[in-house]
């Protein structure tokens, strides 16, 4: 549960992220890695080394990257409820999306 990035002769490595749950999904685009952490969706910004909380929900069950460049796709289920968003977190704009 440890995300590492490692040079590609292997001399350099850094600990880019330590899981508080079990990572369940992983995406990268434009430089970020997305993950799923237990109900916390993170932003890692691998080239400046940090990372950040974009968003938190108990019943978050999917996460990654979206196709356009800055956008983040997740879903929240419980029991018959099934929404998904699309989050900028530039912008801080969720909105409600229906993707198939």
Request: charged share 20%; glycine share 6%; proline share 3%.
């Amino acid at each position: 549960n440890t995300v590492l990035q490692i040079s590609h002769d292997g001399s350099t490595r850094n600990v880019l992220y330590t899981a508080e749950a079990e990572i369940r999904e992983i995406s990268q685009a434009n430089g970020h890695l997305y993950i799923l952490d237990g109900s916390k969706i993170i932003d890692i910004d691998v080239p400046a080394l940090q990372y950040r909380v974009l968003l938190e929900h108990d019943y978050i069950i999917e996460a990654s990257a979206h196709d356009e460049p800055g956008i983040v796709y997740f879903t929240i289920a419980r029991g018959l409820h099934y929404q998904q968003y699309l989050f900028t977190p530039e912008t801080g704009e969720l909105k409600r999306t229906h993707i198939l």
